[in-house]
């Protein structure tokens, strides 16, 4: 497998504008994991799913921001509008299954510049 | 509030030392706590699982302890070479053990 594939690798928008990012997990897993990374509040989890369900979006910082997974292999972030402050990495993790003694697997991540 | 804390410094060694990191949290009753490693530009990276019966784990050259008294796991890197610099972080499942959830990292620099 080729593990977490996140696209694209660098994003530069401008303020105001829309962002999709995409991932797909690894095959045959069933959580999926959204992280935003920054150096002030380091990895931070936004949002993730359990067989493409929504689980908890408690760290989603706020109504601009979307995700969705309408199948097993993909998903979006979606940062509509954009803001400065929403500069940040983003990073797409998969596990195959939730919680205690597995671990995650991440993708390469996708730096979003917002000008 | 629930914390993952560790420490924000960069930590300097000389290779062939070893190198120790930190990780407390609070308001976690973690059974397993998890170690990963980042590099510059790439996503983190699992390196050990501990469970809370297990005091301590090894793997080649790392070890990590568990503490569920202090809250605490500690991270060794013995014998530490310039190719173990990196970042770092400290990971438990939350929220009933669906939600990873990070320790702010702490970034290791191994000299020559």
């Known amino acids: 497998d080729a593990g977490v594939i996140q696209s694209p690798r660098h994003e530069v928008t401008e303020m105001g504008q829309e962002v999709t990012l995409r991932c797909k997990p690894i095959?045959?897993?069933?959580?999926l994991f959204w992280y935003r990374q920054t150096m002030m509040r380091g990895l931070e989890l936004l949002i993730y799913f359990n067989n493409n369900v929504p689980i908890d979006d408690s760290g989603m910082p706020e109504d601009r921001f979307s995700a969705k997974m309408p199948n097993a292999s993909f998903s979006t972030l979606k940062i509509q509008p954009s803001e400065p402050r929403d500069s940040a990495v983003y990073f797409c993790a998969s596990s195959p299954q939730g919680g205690l003694n597995t671990e995650a697997f991440f993708g390469q991540g996708t730096r979003l510049t917002v000008v | 509030s629930q914390k993952i804390e560790q420490n924000s410094e960069a930590l300097n060694i000389q290779e062939g030392k070893t190198a120790t990191l930190t990780c407390n949290y609070t308001?976690?009753?973690?059974?397993?706590l998890q170690w990963y490693r980042q590099d510059p530009g790439r996503g983190p990276v699992f390196l050990l699982l501990?469970?809370?019966?297990?005091k301590e784990k090894r793997k080649e050259r790392l070890k990590v302890t568990f503490d569920t008294t202090l809250k605490q796991s500690l991270f060794h890197i013995t014998a530490s070479q310039p190719a173990d610099s990196a970042t770092y972080l400290c990971a438990l499942w939350a929220g009933g053990g669906n939600k990873l959830t990070f320790g702010t990292g702490t970034q290791l620099k191994v000299e020559l």
């Open positions: 095959s045959g897993h069933d959580y």
């Open positions: 501990i469970r809370e019966n297990e």
């Open positions: 308001n976690y009753s973690p059974a397993y």
